[in-house]
């Protein structure tokens, strides 16, 4: 299935505005999902193939595979329920904001081939957590879904930094029951100040915020305390992500994120002037070096989910080696297609078997 997207479909697509062809593979993904009988064929065709998945149990829940959908791909909640049908053990809904907001001006998406990398600059462009949330009710729940579900919260861009805490808890408090897992967004580099917050005495104050009202909840009979995790961006020293991790072990959160995009520049990027986060391929050494420390300063404890750079069984499995539970991605899907996942899982399967 790769071969036939990469020298058929690809080449379409990359006609088209990236932005463009991410509406369109968002809008085939969601018409998919509202086809339960062939989601549930290609689910099943893609759990009998030969190498099949390995299922992984992270922060108290189980998922089919290590695999999952990065957040930045279905951003409002509309085509996660095809997921599993394309071999996701996991999907990451948004990032969403308590507000609802544009992002940034276009154009903010650029494709660089040769790389496998594309630079965004969206902006957390989203319909707003309440409208969000008003879909997800209308979805399968949590405990009655085919794979897990996270919902990733980011910081409104007209919300000051000093009202971050509370901008976060709007959309924790709309979200959290819709959610198997939540993750914090604060390193973004696309809305201004966010990765102020993780400066540790405005993380701790973020992070006490959430966990505060995460036991309250879980304190309401027939509610559950959600796995909360963290995600942290790649530019950060070994000195802030000590920090960084120090606030996670005081305050008890589930698991990281490592990494978002990078403001980095690295190899044939260094004379690249675009602004915003860059993805893909150019990203995968330096994540990998962080899910790498992490986990060693952690001893092994702390459940991560490694992103960036992500193009083949053999980037995936760097990731699981050097710690990571789970892997996400995005961007490998955009020039490996949308059967990326399945083809990565048996991959992934397959090598630990080994």
């Given at each position: 299935?790769?071969a036939?997207?990469?020298?058929?479909?690809?080449?379409?697509?990359?006609?088209?505005?990236?932005?463009?062809?991410?509406?369109?593979?968002?809008?085939?993904?969601?018409?998919?999902?509202?086809?339960?009988?062939?989601?549930?064929?290609?689910?099943?065709?893609?759990?009998?193939?030969?190498?099949?998945?390995?299922p992984?149990?992270?922060?108290?829940?189980?998922?089919p595979?290590?695999?999952?959908?990065?957040?930045?791909?279905?951003?409002?909640?509309?085509?996660?329920?095809?997921?599993?049908?394309?071999?996701?053990?996991h999907?990451?809904?948004?990032?969403?904001?308590?507000?609802?907001?544009?992002?940034?001006?276009?154009?903010?998406?650029?494709?660089?081939?040769?790389?496998?990398?594309?630079?965004?600059?969206?902006?957390f462009?989203?319909?707003?957590?309440?409208?969000?949330?008003?879909?997800?009710?209308?979805?399968?729940?949590?405990?009655?879904?085919?794979?897990?579900?996270?919902?990733s919260?980011g910081?409104?861009?007209?919300?000051?930094?000093?009202?971050?805490p509370?901008?976060?808890?709007?959309?924790?408090?709309?979200?959290?029951?819709?959610?198997?897992?939540?993750v914090?967004?604060?390193?973004?580099?696309?809305?201004?100040?966010?990765?102020?917050?993780?400066?540790?005495?405005?993380?701790?104050?973020?992070?006490?915020?959430?966990?505060?009202?995460?036991?309250?909840?879980?304190?309401?009979?027939?509610?559950?305390?959600?796995?909360?995790?963290?995600?942290?961006?790649?530019?950060?020293?070994?000195?802030?992500?000590?920090?960084?991790?120090?606030?996670?072990?005081?305050?008890?959160?589930?698991?990281?994120?490592?990494?978002?995009?990078?403001?980095?520049?690295?190899?044939?990027?260094?004379?690249?002037?675009?602004?915003?986060?860059?993805?893909?391929?150019?990203?995968?050494?330096?994540?990998?070096?962080?899910?790498?420390?992490?986990?060693?300063?952690?001893?092994?404890?702390?459940?991560?989910?490694?992103?960036?750079g992500?193009?083949g069984?053999?980037?995936?499995?760097?990731?699981l080696?050097?710690?990571?539970?789970?892997?996400?991605?995005?961007?490998?899907?955009?020039?490996?297609?949308?059967?990326?996942?399945?083809?990565?899982?048996?991959?992934?399967?397959?090598?630990?078997?080994?």
């Amino acid at each position: 299935m790769g071969a036939i997207y990469e020298k058929a479909l690809r080449p379409l697509l990359f006609r088209l505005d990236p932005e463009r062809a991410h509406e369109l593979a968002v809008d085939a993904m969601a018409l998919l999902g509202r086809v339960a009988p062939v989601c549930r064929m290609l689910e099943t065709l893609e759990r009998l193939s030969p190498g099949c998945f390995r299922p992984v149990e992270a922060f108290g829940l189980g998922f089919p595979n290590a695999v999952g959908l990065a957040a930045g791909f279905d951003k409002n909640a509309r085509a996660w329920p095809a997921a599993a049908a394309l071999g996701f053990g996991h999907v990451e809904i948004g990032t969403v904001t308590a507000l609802a907001q544009p992002g940034n001006p276009k154009p903010r998406v650029f494709r660089y081939p040769k790389q496998e990398a594309v630079i965004n600059r969206m902006g957390f462009n989203n319909e707003g957590s309440e409208a969000v949330a008003a879909r997800l009710a209308r979805q399968s729940p949590p405990g009655k879904r085919r794979i897990p579900v996270g919902i990733s919260l980011g910081k409104s861009k007209v919300t000051e930094i000093d009202d971050a805490p509370g901008d976060y808890l709007a959309s924790f408090t709309r979200l959290a029951g819709y959610a198997d897992f939540v993750v914090l967004n604060v390193s973004s580099p696309n809305t201004p100040g966010l990765r102020q917050l993780q400066d540790e005495s405005r993380l701790r104050e973020l992070l006490s915020a959430v966990t505060r009202a995460n036991a309250e909840r879980a304190s309401v009979p027939g509610r559950r305390r959600v796995p909360i995790l963290l995600k942290i961006a790649p530019d950060l020293s070994y000195s802030q992500i000590d920090a960084v991790l120090c606030v996670v072990s005081d305050l008890g959160l589930d698991g990281l994120v490592a990494t978002n995009t990078t403001l980095g520049r690295p190899g044939a990027f260094s004379g690249v002037s675009e602004a915003g986060g860059l993805s893909g391929m150019p990203l995968g050494s330096r994540s990998t070096d962080v899910i790498r420390y992490v986990s060693r300063a952690t001893n092994g404890r702390l459940p991560i989910i490694g992103v960036g750079g992500i193009t083949g069984a053999v980037s995936a499995a760097e990731k699981l080696d050097a710690g990571a539970a789970l892997v996400q991605i995005y961007t490998g899907m955009i020039y490996r297609g949308p059967f990326f996942a399945a083809e990565l899982a048996r991959g992934v399967a397959d090598r630990q078997r080994r």
